[in-house]
């Protein structure tokens, strides 16, 4: 089972900051938050990953809460081809649990 | 670069054909996994490989389903014989090192429709 609850869709406008929640209250110390996001008719594609640092590349920003029970996504400046559907995934960095386990994420439509 | 390929993009097939599907990561990724997308489902990983050895086959239907990855690049996913709830995007994705946190790239998948 999914360790993350996301919610099942979304909308924003063209050009402005999308922001997609996520909870993983259940994390563990040594668990990693990925993200994965899957255009449609596409393999999924790597986003970001963090521990408990807020990151950012050239993508997106992840910022994870102190208690690391949550985190956001953040797409700054969301264009028609972000719209697709998000993962946010919980796994340890290495090990047999290090599998790639995906719920059923969040479909994000940017609208015109 | 080139990533991962996959073949066919899209196949039809009638109940209790077997079918084949055929992956090629990319170049100098050593781990290889097969997934199993089912409609408005995330993926779920059937298989995977480090080089030419399966190191997780848990969730593989072994009744019906067998895959290879001879000499450690390409592998091929078998369905045999394939039923009408085989339909679905069978993913490929690799990975660069022999650990399960790197990052994985995923091919455009198959999609199989069995009637």
């Known amino acids: 089972d999914a360790k993350t609850t996301q919610p099942p869709s979304m909308d924003c406008a063209e050009g402005r900051a999308a922001n997609l929640p996520c909870n993983h209250s259940?994390?563990?110390?040594?668990?990693?938050v990925y993200w994965y996001r899957q255009i449609h008719s596409q393999g999924p594609q790597y986003i970001i990953h963090g521990l408990k640092n807020n990151e950012t590349n050239e993508m997106a920003s992840l910022i994870i809460t102190e208690d690391r029970k949550s985190s956001t996504l953040i797409l700054p400046h969301a264009t028609l081809r972000d719209t697709a559907v998000y993962y946010c995934?919980?796994?340890?960095?290495?090990?047999?649990?290090?599998?790639?386990?995906f719920g059923k994420g969040i479909t994000l439509s940017v609208r015109p | 670069e080139a990533g991962v390929v996959q073949s066919p993009r899209y196949k039809i097939i009638e109940k209790k054909q077997p079918v084949a599907f055929w992956c090629n990561p990319i170049?100098?990724?050593?781990?290889l996994y097969w997934y199993l997308q089912n409609l408005g489902q995330g993926p779920e990983l059937l298989i995977r490989?480090?080089?030419?050895?399966?190191?997780?086959d848990s969730q593989l239907p072994k009744d019906r389903f067998s895959a290879e990855r001879l000499k450690g690049v390409d592998s091929t996913l078998k369905i045999q014989p394939a039923e009408l709830g085989d339909s679905a995007v069978y993913l490929c994705?690799?990975?660069?090192?022999?650990?399960?946190?790197?990052?994985?790239?995923f091919g455009p998948g198959t999609r199989l429709l069995v009637l």
């Open positions: 995934i919980v796994r340890p960095h290495t090990g047999a649990n290090s599998k790639l386990t």
């Open positions: 994705a690799s990975s660069e090192g022999q650990g399960l946190g790197e990052t994985q790239y």
């Open positions: 259940t994390i563990s110390g040594n668990e990693y």
């Open positions: 490989y480090e080089n030419e050895e399966a190191v997780d």
């Open positions: 170049s100098g990724h050593n781990t």
